[in-house]
Each structure stands twice: as C-alpha cells, then as structure tokens.
C-alpha cells in the first residue's frame, strides 16, 4: 500500500513538474552568457559548406552539439511529450535524455513512457537517466529499457530539500556512483539540475570515474521555484539566486577536469549564441530542457519546436563561419572574453589563469 502511494505521488509530481515549468518559465539571475563574448573574424576564409557542426560526446559522434536534456516520463502525459521530443531530435539527429526511470523500474506499467523514445528514434543517442544513490542492477535496467548509449546520474540535493516528499539522505552518492561507473560499460554522466556544479565536486565526480559532466547551472529551470509552485508559493528571492550560474559553472568544471572528461553545458542555455559561448568554452555539448517544452505546449508546437531547432542550427552555422571556425575544435581555439560577475568570479575563484588562456587564445596556432 505504501509503495502504491509513493508511486502515485511520484507520477503526480512528475504531471505538476510538466505544468510548472510551462507555468513558470525561468526564475532567478542570469546565466551569465551575457558576460561572454567571441572575437569575431572579418576575413574568414572559409565557404559555407565546410562549416560542420559535429561533436564528440564520450565517444560517441553527433551531428549538432544539441541535447535535448532529460525531462520526463512516468505519467500518462510523459509518453505524448516523449514522443514528440523524439520526433524532434530524430529531426536533427540530437542526443535525448529521458527523466528519471525511476517509475518505470518500479512500476513496468510504465515502462511505455520512456521506452516511446526508442520506437521514435531507433538509430538515435539515447540517454538514461536515474537518481544519485542509484545502484548498479537499477543503472543497468535504465540503460536496458531504452539501449541507451550514455547514462545521467542526476544530482538535485537542493530540489530534494524543498520537496516535502524529498531525500534526505544524501550519504553514500559518491560511492554509489564509483561503483556504477566501474560497472557498467556505459559512459556514465554526472548532471546536476539546475543548481550547478563547483570545482570540488568537479574533481570527486572524476575521480569516481564518470566520463562527462553536465554542469546543470542555474539561470534556466529552477527546480526549487517548482517545487514552491507546487506547494502554491513563490520561491523568494535569495533563494531563486541559490547555486552557481551557468556560465560560472562551466568555468569552474572547465578550469579544473576540463581536460579528463566531457563538459556539457546546460542551465538556462535559451540560444544559438549561448551555446556557441558556451562551446567556445571549451563545452562539448549543451543541453536544453524547460523551452523545449513551453513550445511543444504552443498551438502547432511541433512546428515551432521544429523552427525554433532550425534557426539555432542556423545561427550556430553562421557564428562558426563569423569566426573562421570550421568545426568547434577550431572555435575553441578562438579567443573567448568573459567579463562581468562571471569574470570576477573566475578570478577570485583562482581561475583568472583560464579566464586569461581563453581571452589570449593565439589568433593563429
Ligand atoms: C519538466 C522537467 C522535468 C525534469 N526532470 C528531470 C529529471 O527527471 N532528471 C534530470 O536529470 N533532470 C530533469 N530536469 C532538469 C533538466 O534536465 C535540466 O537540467 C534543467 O531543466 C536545466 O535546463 P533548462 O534551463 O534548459 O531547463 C527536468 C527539467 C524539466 C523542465
């Protein structure tokens, strides 16, 4: 019987996470994109057409930097909007992540709900995603459900705490996470949801052995503004400023592991120019989730979804090209100029050397 409630509280809450965000939209400071600029060329050399927007993510080759991050499932409504992500990211051959499989590892009547993705996109990256503390049989159903080729771990202490249903047990996450990684054949990426991720844990998540971090910022989606939304309050204001902007975020996981694994850049990503700046970073993907579905939820929302996916790519075309880059690898070795709270930040953080690198970066290697 108490499991029978937990399952029908979980399913309630994913439907209302749905229906926040919609509702909501962004709460809190910015991301910080604004505080970074790239140094344009006026003499490009280079045609259109060379111009490719391919990423390496883990391993694994794609077509645009793009992934749709991970959103939902579990619900009767999930499998609609699953589906029509799918459907999307089939469009432009973007990676997927679904939401937490959580619901349909207990409950296999669910199942459907994430596993519509796959039927939608059979060639296509899938991403899993579970719970910190999960263990390594439950990552492996999660990955099993959808042949996902890539596995998130998300990390959400703070969304936790502003449930009344939430966690509070946080110990043990660390180990559980080392030992998924070692296991599992899969790359295994640590996320945060929106609150962001700092150099220390940076280092931990590494040294448990993921293979990517996706930074999880905040600026975009806050998790804490829903889960007041839900209990019909409005998050104040220190709180809606808690956690560390994307673009900070990114600097500081960048500055320290940058070289050992993957960075994805997620939190607040809203268009083409910011996930430019943010691959210009040195990202190697970034993931976009809350304006995602505040299209799909428009009138004719597929087409919009569709447009709006269609003038980004465009946009990170012509910024490839307007900066001499063919590919992202020759972008990231354009100089990047961070000013602004997210530069001083850097800089008292002790990371003005990376702040520096990108601002200096040699015009011609
Ligand atoms: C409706 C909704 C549900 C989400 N559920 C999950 C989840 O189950 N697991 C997870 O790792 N992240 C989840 N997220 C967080 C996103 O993947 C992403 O990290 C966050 O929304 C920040 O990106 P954004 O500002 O582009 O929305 C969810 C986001 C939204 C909008």
Avoid at 32 to 45: H, K, T
Avoid at 121 to 147: E, F, H, K, W
Wanted: glycine letters at 10%; proline letters at 5%; a neutral charge.
């Amino acid at each position: 019987m108490k499991l029978k409630e937990g399952q029908e509280l979980r399913q309630s809450r994913k439907a209302e996470h749905l229906a926040a965000v919609r509702d909501l939209g962004d709460v809190g400071p910015s991301p910080g994109f604004s505080d970074v600029a790239l140094v344009p060329s006026c003499a490009p050399e280079l045609d259109w057409e060379e111009v490719s927007l391919e990423t390496t993510l883990c391993g694994i080759r794609l077509p645009s930097p793009i992934i749709i991050n991970a959103m939902t499932g579990g619900h009767p409504e999930a499998e609609a909007v699953n589906r029509r992500l799918a459907r999307a990211a089939k469009r432009f051959g973007l990676a997927m992540a679904v939401g937490s499989e959580r619901a349909a590892l207990t409950n296999p009547d669910l199942a459907r709900t994430y596993t519509v993705t796959r039927e939608e996109y059979p060639d296509g990256v899938l991403i899993a995603n579970m719970s910190l503390n999960t263990g390594v049989r439950d990552a492996q159903s999660a990955i099993a459900l959808l042949d996902a080729q890539l596995l998130q771990i998300h990390w959400n202490a703070a969304q936790e705490l502003f449930m009344d249903e939430g966690d509070r047990r946080f110990r043990g996450g660390l180990e559980a996470l080392r030992e998924v990684c070692q296991t599992i054949p899969q790359p295994v990426i640590a996320k945060e949801v929106g609150q962001g991720v700092a150099a220390p844990e940076a280092i931990r998540f590494v040294q448990a052995g993921v293979r990517a971090i996706d930074v999880g910022g905040s600026g975009g989606t806050n998790f804490l503004a829903v889960e007041a939304w839900r209990r019909g309050e409005r998050l104040d204001t220190e709180w809606q400023g808690w956690g560390l902007p994307t673009v900070v975020s990114l600097g500081e996981v960048l500055a320290t592991v940058g070289g050992q694994v993957d960075v994805i850049a997620s939190g607040g990503v809203r268009s083409g120019h910011d996930v430019a700046k943010a691959m210009a970073m040195g990202a190697t993907a970034v993931g976009m989730a809350g304006p995602l579905l505040r299209l799909l939820a428009q009138p004719e929302g597929d087409q919009k979804l569709e447009q709006f996916l269609a003038a980004l790519h465009l946009t990170l075309r012509r910024i490839l090209l307007l900066t001499g880059s063919r590919t992202w690898q020759d972008l990231q070795r354009r100089p990047v100029v961070i000013t602004g709270a997210s530069g001083q930040w850097l800089d008292i953080r002790g990371f003005y050397r990376f702040r520096e690198r990108l601002a200096r970066r040699p015009l011609n290697p």
